[in-house]
């Protein structure tokens, strides 16, 4: 049982680095290109919610500050990107711990909504900033990665191997957290915080831990995408990213690693298959939360109980 | 215009978007105090409530743009209120009231589904450009200590102050205020003694809901234009309103409103009106901070 568990892992990322190599177009290629960094996103996200228990809706946040980051180091200070991509996650998650800080207090719902106005406020000063941030108009010129003489440039396939490969990491990385003692602490605060609480457990400690870890991946994810587009807007880090990032993880069941991954495949995928409906994609997408919630709370692959994380050990 | 006639200018114009803010608080605070869910579709339900009155109002308006009249505005409040209550007890019923022994983190989730699909219809409906609503015909407006007031403010405090001392009245006066309150304690115990939990817990919805139609209906007017983004970020600022308030508390929502709709006209006449949505925002996080159970509220806000 123990080894079934944990094999998918080499043969899926294997099989999706090879991917590429297929006949697709280039415009397929950057639908997959997204979706990895989508998976990325909602693994960081995965921690947070799926593994501390903490509900945030102000994910884009994080997301927002590792793009801008990286884009600041890069215009302003001339940083390459393989040096901005570990400074932004750093950035990110340390803003994460920061902005969690004073909020660690409250719980549920209340942390829902407190997150989602941190969020918000995040794209307003973004907005406003504009000597620093370019306001609305956004940043732009930002110099793709380059791997000794070969830049990567405007094609979708290198950053697709890119993000796959940090993709692999992070999922590796979250798979091993969620059996350590950190994780299982986490596993035991989401059930009942009171309890552990009393078992000695530093749950402030352990929230500020599973919300830098979240927010790092999101700053990785972040000068990703800035890198990839060559410019950031204050719109991409829209509520509705947050939204969308947060569905993934439930649709692919909180707390699972493989279930965020192919969450955000599907909810990535499906809407540029959906093209031709695109005014009732959201529509669907909302009726799609709702149906989901009424006959599978838990998400496709659930794990949500702690059960359940002690018998995958 | 002088220091002294700026600042009274902005805490007219704040108080007037606040009354607005409270009547849609009303609604999110009832339905927290009673089922303890963050209606996150309240907003756009009051969104859908302005576009129930343009509706109504196109109707009557002789031409594109034309004002209307003090009665057709009256209806259109009385449409709004109707319809929006009965799309508030719809929701409840078809995606609330199933998941009501669920984790609350599924009913969170669905409300926010919910405010997709309704936003998304009136979009399809609409169109998502904004939408020009028309304003109260034989419209004055006086000066009176150096302030300027219309007709529509006037008319804005006269609807929901009436709307208040109605919905208090209806709560600590009446037998179903009385079992709202007491399905509000302890839904259990209330079953135990005879009262019917979800009918009340519908009555909730359909009132709460009717109260942000109203709000829609005056907000439309006040500011011409309604848009189907509106009713998120109003939505939002309500349910900030609520929360300063101390939710769960009616009166706290009316103070809350008030409040805030108070200190976001200030700040956006002395900061600058770029920086009036962080206010609100700023606002709601400091006192989760400082006294998470809100100005009036007596329980403490970790319940969850």
């Known amino acids: 049982m123990k080894k079934q568990r944990r094999d998918w892992m080499p043969w899926t990322f294997l099989i999706l680095a090879v991917l590429p190599f297929f006949p697709f177009n280039s415009y397929q290629i950057d639908v997959m290109a997204n979706a990895a960094l989508y998976a990325l996103l909602a693994l960081g996200l995965n921690v947070i919610v799926g593994f501390a228990g903490l509900l945030h809706l102000g994910y884009a946040a994080f997301f927002a500050i590792g793009a801008y980051a990286c884009a600041f180091l890069n215009l302003n200070l001339g940083y390459p990107f393989w040096i901005c991509l570990p400074v932004s996650a750093a950035v990110a998650g340390a803003a994460a711990v920061l902005l969690g800080l004073p909020v660690i207090r409250v719980r549920g719902d209340y942390l829902a909504i407190v997150t989602l106005g941190f969020g918000e406020i995040v794209r307003i000063v973004v907005t406003n900033l504009e000597p620093w941030t370019g306001g609305p108009n956004g940043l732009m010129g930002i110099g793709h990665p380059m791997i000794g003489r070969f830049n990567f440039g405007v094609d979708s396939r290198p950053y697709y191997w890119l993000l796959t490969a940090l993709l692999a990491l992070t999922a590796w990385i979250c798979s091993r957290l969620r059996r350590s003692r950190i994780g299982l602490a986490w596993a035991a605060m989401k059930e009942d915080e009171l ?24 700053g990785m994810a972040g000068s990703v995408f800035a890198a990839k587009q060559g410019t950031v807007t204050p719109d991409s880090f829209d509520f509705i990213v947050s939204v969308m990032i947060l569905s993934m993880v439930i649709l692919g069941g909180l707390g699972s690693v493989r279930g965020a991954i192919v969450g955000a495949v599907i909810l990535s995928i499906t809407p540029e298959l959906l093209r031709e409906f695109a005014v009732y994609r959201m529509l669907i997408f909302g009726l799609l939360m709702i149906v989901l919630m009424r006959v599978r709370p838990q998400g496709l692959f659930g794990a949500s109980s702690l059960k359940r994380v002690l018998h995958a050990r | 215009m002088t220091g002294e006639q700026l600042f009274l200018q902005q805490l007219l114009n704040g108080l007037t978007i606040g009354a607005v803010y409270a009547l849609i608080a009303l609604g999110y605070t009832m339905v927290y105090g009673i089922i303890q869910l963050v209606n996150f579709a309240h907003g756009e339900i009051f969104m859908i409530g302005a576009y129930f009155g343009l509706s109504l109002f196109a109707c009557f308006a002789a031409q594109a743009g034309a004002a209307i009249s003090i009665g057709v505005l009256a209806l259109g409040l009385i449409v709004a209120a109707a319809g929006s209550a009965l799309l508030g007890f719809c929701i409840d019923r078809s995606a609330y009231r199933p998941l009501r022994k669920a984790p609350k983190l599924s009913a969170l989730i669905t409300a926010i589904g919910v405010s997709f699909v309704l936003q998304n219809t009136v979009m399809l409906i609409y169109g998502a450009q904004d939408r020009y609503v028309p304003s109260l015909a034989a419209a004055g407006s006086m000066d009176w200590m150096g302030v300027h007031w219309t007709a529509m403010q006037g008319l804005i405090f006269a609807v929901s102050l009436f709307l208040m001392i109605g919905l208090q009245w209806v709560v600590y006066r009446t037998p179903l205020g009385r079992s709202m309150r007491a399905v ?19 009555i909730t919805f359909l009132i709460g809901s009717g109260l942000a139609g109203v709000g829609g209906v005056l907000f439309g007017v006040y ?30 929502a009316m103070v809350g409103g008030l409040l805030l709709g108070l200190l976001e006209g200030l700040g956006a006449g002395y ?6 949505n962080v206010i609100a925002f700023g606002v709601l996080v400091l006192v989760l901070l400082i006294r998470p159970r809100g100005l009036l509220g007596e329980r403490v806000g970790d319940r969850a």
């Open chain 1, 195 to 218: 309890a552990a609480g009393c078992l000695g457990m530093d749950t402030t400690r352990l929230k500020l831990m599973a919300l830098g870890v979240g927010g790092a991946v999101a």
């Open chain 2, 223 to 252: 500011y011409s234009t309604i848009n189907f983004h509106d009713g998120y970020l109003t939505g939002l600022k309500a349910f900030t309103a609520a929360v300063l308030g101390g939710i769960g508390n009616i009166p706290g």
């Open chain 2, 271 to 276: 900061l600058s009106s770029q920086w009036k």
């Open chain 2, 184 to 202: 509000a304690q302890d839904p259990l115990a209330a079953q135990l003694m005879g009262i019917s939990v979800d009918r009340v817990i519908a």
